[in-house]
């Protein structure tokens, strides 16, 4: 018969060690960060990124599969105390579910080096939550990759992570701080650049035929947008029409509408041709 398995408690040198990944300094200097919940860790399973998952006696009942399954993978499963799960989590009701993976942002010449159709390039994007909601969209579109330019957040960030629910391992994510060097690199790769702008001079409605090549969406900033000098390195400037009251729209619902408008243009082309 199986043994029980010891439960490790919060004061314990790994989960202290783990718990400490929640502060960026620590992830950069270990190469390490947190992914917490269901839809994360079987993402993170699914792409090799796991090195220890730590459970609680919740979590091993109401995910049984998914820890068998990092069992069954040879991964480090560690149980837990309730107190050590609330600390390893970061949400008020935590799922006692964490993995420690390794990071998982790429150079931006490798995303480049893909030869991609559809990139998603958020410009000193600042709010984790609006971070990982557009990584999510990007993957539900199918783009090639995200592009975070500029001094931006962490795709890293806990709140990021939890917003991407699983797609920050299904999508290429690079960092590059320099954003001249970042729109230099994908027009020196043949990327239309396309820039969201309240005042851009081609409606999003009548802009198909600017998809059907390789583009790079362009994203503002949150409480600032793009600056004039970035907006005017775009090859074109798409407004969304507001047909309601509304002034405007945010970075996440903003970057939704445009990717899946260019991704209905780029499959009712069918796909690639390699």
Known sequence: MASTPEIIDYRNPRVVSAVKLHRGAQRRKTGLFLAEGANSVAA??????????????????REHELVASAVGMGVRTTLVSDRAAQQL???VTAPGLVAVCGLIDVPLADVLAGQPRMLAVPVEIAEPGNAGTLIRVADAVGADGVVLAGDTVDPHNGKCVRASAGS???VPIARHRDITETLDSLAAAGITILATAADGEVDLDDADELFTGPVAWLFGNEAHGL?????????????IPIHGRAE???????AAICLYTGARVRHAKGPRAD
């Open 44 to 61: 993170a399973l699914d792409t090799g990124r796991v090195q220890e998952l730590f459970y609680s006696a919740d979590a091993a009942t």
């Open 227 to 239: 600056a004039p000098a970035v907006a005017a390195r775009a090859d074109h400037r798409i407004r």
């Open 248 to 254: 405007s729209l945010n970075l996440a619902a903003a």
């Open 168 to 170: 920050l391992f299904h």
């Open 89 to 91: 989590g970061e949400t």
